[in-house]
């Protein structure tokens, strides 16, 4: 089901670089303002076209956000809600997601609204999306996924407008000319640092900062284009909706290589007919690395 709405207004991209304090993983439940004072509320009966509110219902996800569905008279509304992080971490999401939705590829949720609730926290308002009962066609799955990578590129390199999450560890994605080295200063440089500071793990910290010394070997003579990425490409990111049709969802987008997009492979279910038609329409190299250190950190929970 596809509603209308308003278009996010982006902000700055300068403002809103995260902070890369230690996150909180776990959050405390979402408590409604009083209904003068409820910015979703607000939203929806306004901007979202709806005159009356027919009914809230809670979807389950992980322990970052809460998540509800609100039912109107135009239709269904998707909110995440965060009462413990700020907005930039729903910002970053808005935006990988309407950078997703302009290549008209893969079908994504299209987010309308990100606020600040008023008790403290961060909302987001988006496209309520039917889901089918299973994870849809791989092979049309495969398809779409070379199709958004093929559509959307960068001149100005790797990296993104803004830093966002994966899961709810601050993802760095200042800009760089070179793949190797955004690869190994703001990808897997840095979830081997976490891996040192957070657990002690000093064996495998040195062992990566190994890899990272070789890796300029490993991309000898091979052609790095910088493409949109979903960036956190999970078995619990992919659906369908009602008409069987892939969906990805909960993004961590930045541009880079295409072989990125599967470094959680061993955690996605992808099928042989998935690679097929990807490779069909996408050529691919080698990268897996850093998003098994990313699980490491983040697969706590997600929503």
């Known amino acids: 089901m596809v509603l209308v709405g308003v278009l996010f207004p982006f902000p700055s991209p300068s403002l809103h670089r995260l902070s890369l304090a230690k996150p909180t993983l776990c959050f405390k439940p979402y408590v409604m303002a009083a209904l003068s004072d409820d910015p979703i509320r607000e939203w929806i009966l306004t901007e979202g076209k709806a005159t009356k509110i027919t009914g809230i219902s809670s979807i389950g996800g992980g322990c970052i956000n809460l998540a509800n569905r609100y039912d109107t008279d135009v239709g269904s509304f998707f909110v995440k ?23 008209k590829s893969i079908r994504v949720p299209k987010p309308f609204k ?21 994870r849809g066609n791989q092979s049309v799955l495969g398809r779409k996924l070379a199709e958004m990578h093929k559509a959307a590129k960068s001149d100005k390199g790797f990296g993104f407008d803004v830093d966002n999450t994966i899961g709810s560890t601050p993802q760095i994605n200042t800009w760089s000319s070179d793949w190797v080295e955004f690869f190994a200063e703001h990808r897997l440089g840095y979830q081997l640092k976490l891996a040192l500071e957070q657990y002690g793990d000093s064996i495998i910290y040195e062992k990566g900062q190994r890899l990272v010394k070789n890796m300029p070997l490993l991309f000898e003579n091979v052609v790095s284009e910088p493409c949109l990425l979903h960036g956190d490409l999970w078995s619990g990111n992919i ?22 997009e599967f470094g959680m492979s061993w955690c996605a279910g992808f099928g042989g007919s998935f690679y097929t038609s990807y490779f069909e329409h996408q050529q691919l190299s080698l990268d897996q690395c850093f998003k098994t250190l990313t699980c490491r950190e983040v697969g706590q929970g997600y929503a």
């Open 239 to 260: 659906t369908s909706d009602s008409n069987g049709e892939p969906v990805i969802l909960d993004p961590a987008c930045y541009y880079g290589h295409n072989e990125a």
């Open 114 to 134: 990100v606020g600040s609730l008023p008790l403290g926290g961060s909302f987001i308002i988006m496209e309520f999306i039917k889901f089918g009962s299973s």
């Open 81 to 103: 809600t965060n009462r413990n992080i700020g907005i930039s971490m729903f910002e970053g999401e808005a935006i990988g997601l309407n950078a997703m939705y302009a290549t």
